[in-house]
C-alpha cells in the first residue's frame, strides 16, 4: 500500500481578480508593504495591476522565493504590469506609528496608479480609510492572490534595496544583511556605533536604548533620493516631507 500524498501548499491564483473583475468591471490592484517589523529604514508599499494575459510565471509570497528569484520577478513584474510604490520614511512611522503609516502607504500607491475606477486587494487585515475606490482585505493574501504576491515582490525588492544602499552610508549595522531587522548584528552595531536617523525611535526596542543609553545619533546626514527611489518604470512616491528622520 502506497502511503498518502503530501498535499502541497496551495500557490496563489487569479481567482480573487476574476471575483472582484466580476462584480465591479475594472481592473483590480494587489496592494502589499515590506518593512513593517524592522528597527530601521522605511516601510514600502507597492500596487500592482496584472494583465491577465502577461503574468510571470513563479510568483508567490516574497517571503517564500529566494533573493534572486525575487529579482527577476521584480523586472519581469515592471515589465509587464503597472505598477506604483510608495515610501514611507521613519519620522512618519514614528509620528503617525507603523500601522498608520502602511495605510497611508496603501492608500496612496493605489492613487498614484492613475487607472480610472480600478478596485484592489489588500493583504492583511485592515482597510485604510476613504480608500478611493472598492477595496477587500484578504488575510494571507501574498500566498492567495497573484496581484498580491506580485506586489510583495515589487515592495520586497525595492526595500531590499533601499537598505543596502543605506548600509553604505551608515556602516556597522548589518543593514546590507538584516535590512534592518532587529538581529543580533544590528543590535551589536547599535551598542557600538548609537542610533542613526533611519532608526525608529517609536519602536519598543529602540525606545529601550533610548532610556538606558540616550540619544546618540550618529549624523544628520539625510537620504537623498537617489537613495529612496525605486528604478524601472515605476510610478514611485518618496515621502520627502518625512525623510530626515
Known sequence: MEPPSVPQASLPSFDLETEMMD???????GIDEAGRGPWAGPVVVAAVVLNPDRIPEGLNDSKLRSPQAREDLYDEIVAMAHVSVVIGQVRRIDRDNILKATLWG???????????????????????????????????????SLSIAAASIVAKVTRDRIMVKLAKRYRGYGWENNKGYGTPEHASGIERHGLCPHHRRSFAPIQRILAERGDWATSDDLATSDDLAASGKLRTRVDFSDIGG
Open 23 to 29: 462584480l465591479h468591471g475594472v481592473p483590480v490592484a
Open 106 to 144: 496603501m492608500r496612496t500607491a493605489f492613487r498614484s496608479l492613475e487607472i480610472a475606477n480600478a478596485t484592489a486587494l489588500i493583504d492583511g487585515n485592515a482597510v485604510p480609510k476613504r480608500f478611493p475606490g472598492a477595496v477587500r482585505a484578504v488575510i494571507g493574501g501574498d500566498g492567495k
